[in-house]
């Protein structure tokens, strides 16, 4: 780790399986049956709700469907961007640090970072317009074909480093950044000019920072009195036609894994994170300089955690910290909210859904189970759950004495690529899916909600099974990376009256429920499966508990529990 970055940090508060060791008893996999309760993070904290250019929106991560050997990571930054948002639209702040960071040891600090520092290349005040004076307003003063075109007036360039055991290794360097979508007019073929600006890194990976189709997808009526107190404002995908900013990138998995060795340590703690300076202003330039040291200001890791778990006194502390510090964080305040989460108490409060008390009582719940699947990760030795899916604690090579509960997204890079995913992920038995890592089209909203009531040991609550009614985003993912579907280029009010679509042609943006796809990195319903055609106990799961079958995948033992493997027929 770069003894830099840390001390920064402490400033401011299959074959593949054959190694893997998930092993998944059947009485343990309705404990399985759930994700960890939380959706995404836009606008979550004060601070950067008031400072959209740092705000982490979403952190993906997952085994590309398309090239099975390696993992792709996405980080998505700048929440609700409107397309038609000139003159200026979304440009990646100069200088400041776009991270994404991984934890292969279980420690809570990242042992490899990935740093995006972008560079404006700014013709515009040189530019002649108007009056024959330099000087223009103009993004593009033409139609825009090719990265390099003299009509697009801004642009932005990338260094991307590689941080690992306090060296700092360069991997991309001067690469182009996909712009902002002006428009149809403006940049016909924005899928040409996002290709362009696909880079390769000099440690064999890809790497891409485009403007996106969000992909997230949710009702945020949710804030209303959870969908109006009887589910009725539910069924509308509030971030349809809105893009983000992404940075997108596609690895080996032994370049991520602990020593190097996908195999003996599978799993992988990955979180983004966003550092920036203090900035002077230039009275006579009107130039911004950044000044100082840099303060981790946002942080994401699996969704939701910072929006609907921590209490909003703390969430600007939680987005300076990493998570070897979550335990401790606010004199356990944080962790008191991970045990006893306020969202079970509302569900009880309006929908009369008793909330779970775990291992504690009503009056005080003790939620071991959102403590494993929040902090620890997925294994037999960390909770209730029983069952070993995604903690650091499965690799060989991690001393068990320096493991910290920490909010990551976790991600076991062994499970192989689902044939056919389902968007319910482990809640429907698709083991690659979320909470193990997260792929652009699990519904994390309706599994979170599942997981608030209990359903990792006790199964699916059937009065909220059919979860926020938004199965999927409103534009398809690629099958090929970067993934995430091209940007929208026509206005959200727009769209909303006539169903536009995206820039690229790739699916519609009209609020609606969305639709769902199996494309690569993403995850649907099989059929004509929904939600509350589920039963609680999952009907396979009674095959393999009468026929007696573990679904194992892995062999040896570790940590003193015996892993067994088993074929399934």
Same mark, same amino acid.
């Given at each position: 780790?770069?003894?830099?970055?840390?001390?920064?940090? @402490?400033?401011?508060?299959?074959?593949?399986?054959?190694?893997?060791?998930?092993? &998944?008893?059947?009485?343990?996999?309705?404990?399985?049956?759930?994700?960890?309760? %939380?959706?995404?993070?836009?606008?979550?904290?004060?601070?950067?709700?008031?400072?959209?250019?740092?705000?982490?929106?979403?952190?993906?991560?997952?085994?590309?469907?398309?090239? +099975?050997?390696?993992?792709?990571?996405?980080?998505?930054?700048?929440?609700?961007?409107?397309?038609?948002?000139?003159?200026?639209?979304?440009?990646?702040?100069?200088?400041?640090?776009?991270?994404?960071?991984?934890?292969?040891?279980? =420690?809570?600090?990242?042992?490899?970072?990935?740093?995006?520092?972008?560079?404006?290349?700014?013709?515009?005040?040189?530019?002649?317009?108007?009056?024959?004076?330099?000087?223009?307003?103009?993004?593009?003063?033409?139609?825009?074909?090719?990265?390099?075109?003299?009509?697009?007036?801004?642009?932005?360039?990338?260094? *991307?480093?590689?941080?690992?055991?306090?060296?700092?290794?360069?991997?991309?360097?001067?690469?182009?950044?996909?712009?902002?979508?002006?428009?149809?007019?403006?940049?016909?073929?924005?899928?040409?000019? /996002?290709?362009?600006?696909?880079?390769?890194?000099?440690?064999?990976?890809?790497?891409?920072? !485009?403007?996106?189709?969000?992909? #997230?997808?949710?009702? *945020?009526?949710?804030?209303?009195?959870?969908?109006?107190?009887?589910?009725?404002?539910?069924?509308? %995908?509030? &971030?349809?036609?809105?893009?983000?900013?992404?940075?997108?990138?596609?690895?080996?998995?032994?370049?991520?894994?602990?020593?190097?060795?996908?195999?003996?340590?599978?799993?992988?703690?990955?979180?983004?994170?966003?550092?920036?300076?203090?900035?002077? &202003?230039?009275?006579?330039?009107?130039?911004?300089?950044?000044?100082? =040291?840099?303060?981790?200001?946002?942080?994401?890791?699996?969704?939701?955690?910072?929006?609907?778990?921590?209490?909003?006194? #703390?969430?600007?502390?939680?987005?300076?910290?990493?998570?070897?510090?979550?335990?401790?964080?606010?004199?356990?305040?944080?962790?008191?909210?991970?045990?006893?989460?306020?969202?079970?108490?509302?569900?009880?409060?309006?929908?009369?859904? +008793?909330?779970?008390?775990?291992?504690?009582?009503?009056?005080?719940?003790?939620?071991?189970?959102?403590?494993?699947?929040?902090?620890?990760?997925?294994?037999?030795?960390?909770?209730?759950?029983?069952?070993?899916?995604?903690?650091?604690?499965?690799?060989?090579?991690?001393?068990?004495?320096?493991?910290?509960?920490?909010?990551?997204?976790? *991600?076991?890079?062994?499970? +192989?690529? !689902?044939?056919?995913?389902? /968007?319910?992920?482990?809640?429907?038995?698709?083991?690659?899916?979320?909470?193990?890592? @997260?792929?652009?089209?699990?519904?994390?909203?309706?599994?979170?909600?599942?997981?608030?009531?209990?359903?990792?040991?006790?199964?699916?609550?059937?009065?909220?099974?059919?979860?926020?009614?938004?199965?999927?985003?409103?534009?398809?993912?690629? @099958?090929?990376?970067?993934?995430?579907?091209?940007?929208?280029?026509?206005?959200?009010?727009?769209?909303?009256?006539?169903?536009?679509?995206?820039?690229?042609?790739?699916?519609?943006?009209? +609020?609606?429920?969305?639709?769902?796809?199996?494309?690569?990195?993403?995850?649907?319903?099989?059929?004509?499966?929904?939600?509350?055609?589920?039963?609680?106990?999952?009907?396979?799961?009674?095959?393999?508990?009468?026929?007696?079958?573990?679904?194992?995948?892995?062999?040896?033992?570790?940590?003193?529990?015996?892993?067994?493997?088993?074929? &399934?027929?």
């Amino acid at each position: 780790m770069n003894p830099e970055l840390s001390s920064r940090r @402490r400033r401011r508060s299959t074959t593949a399986l054959a190694a893997v060791g998930v092993t &998944l008893a059947a009485s343990a996999l309705t404990g399985l049956g759930s994700g960890v309760a %939380n959706a995404s993070s836009h606008r979550e904290a004060p601070l950067t709700a008031a400072d959209p250019q740092h705000d982490n929106t979403d952190t993906y991560a997952f085994v590309s469907p398309d090239k +099975p050997d390696t993992v792709t990571l996405i980080a998505n930054w700048i929440p609700f961007e409107e397309p038609n948002g000139g003159p200026n639209f979304f440009p990646w702040h100069p200088k400041s640090h776009y991270d994404i960071n991984i934890d292969s040891n279980g =420690d809570g600090k990242p042992n490899i970072t990935y740093r995006w520092t972008f560079t404006n290349v700014d013709s515009r005040p040189t530019a002649a317009h108007g009056d024959g004076g330099p000087g223009t307003f103009l993004y593009n003063d033409g139609v825009v074909n090719n990265l390099k075109d003299k009509t697009l007036l801004f642009k932005q360039t990338y260094d *991307l480093v590689k941080i690992e055991n306090g060296a700092t290794k360069t991997i991309v360097s001067g690469a182009t950044a996909a712009p902002s979508d002006v428009g149809r007019a403006s940049m016909p073929n924005y899928a040409n000019l /996002r290709d362009q600006a696909i880079a390769k890194t000099n440690d064999g990976g890809l790497t891409v920072a !485009t403007q996106a189709a969000d992909p #997230f997808f949710l009702d *945020l009526r949710v804030f209303d009195l959870l969908y109006g107190t009887n589910l009725k404002e539910a069924g509308q %995908n509030t &971030l349809a036609g809105y893009n983000v900013n992404s940075v997108v990138l596609q690895v080996p998995k032994k370049n991520l894994a602990l020593n190097g060795n996908a195999t003996k340590n599978p799993v992988i703690g990955v979180w983004s994170t966003t550092e920036k300076q203090s900035v002077t &202003l230039d009275p006579a330039t009107g130039a911004a300089n950044p000044t100082g =040291d840099f303060v981790q200001v946002s942080r994401l890791g699996s969704p939701l955690v910072n929006e609907l778990v921590v209490p909003v006194q #703390f969430k600007d502390a939680f987005n300076a910290i990493p998570p070897s510090m979550d335990a401790k964080a606010a004199g356990g305040a944080v962790l008191a909210k991970v045990q006893n989460p306020e969202l079970a108490k509302l569900i009880e409060l309006i929908y009369k859904i +008793p909330a779970p008390a775990g291992s504690g009582t009503s009056a005080k719940p003790k939620r071991d189970d959102l403590v494993e699947i929040f902090l620890t990760g997925i294994c037999k030795a960390c909770g209730p759950i029983k069952a070993d899916l995604n903690s650091q604690m499965l690799n060989k090579d991690v001393k068990a004495a320096n493991f910290v509960p920490g909010e990551e997204l976790r *991600l076991n890079m062994g499970v +192989p690529v !689902t044939a056919n995913p389902n /968007r319910l992920g482990v809640l429907a038995m698709d083991l690659q899916g979320f909470p193990n890592g @997260r792929r652009l089209n699990d519904d994390v909203v309706d599994i979170e909600i599942q997981a608030v009531e209990g359903a990792a040991t006790k199964g699916i609550v059937k009065a909220l099974a059919a979860g926020d009614g938004v199965n999927g985003p409103a534009s398809q993912p690629s @099958r090929m990376f970067p993934y995430l579907a091209l940007p929208n280029s026509m206005s959200v009010n727009q769209a909303s009256s006539t169903g536009g679509n995206s820039g690229g042609g790739t699916g519609t943006n009209m +609020p609606s429920g969305g639709v769902a796809t199996g494309a690569g990195g993403t995850a649907v319903l099989s059929g004509s499966q929904t939600p509350g055609m589920i039963p609680t106990t999952l009907a396979v799961l009674g095959l393999l508990a009468a026929s007696g079958t573990v679904v194992a995948v892995g062999r040896g033992r570790r940590r003193g529990v015996a892993v067994k493997t088993t074929a &399934l027929s």
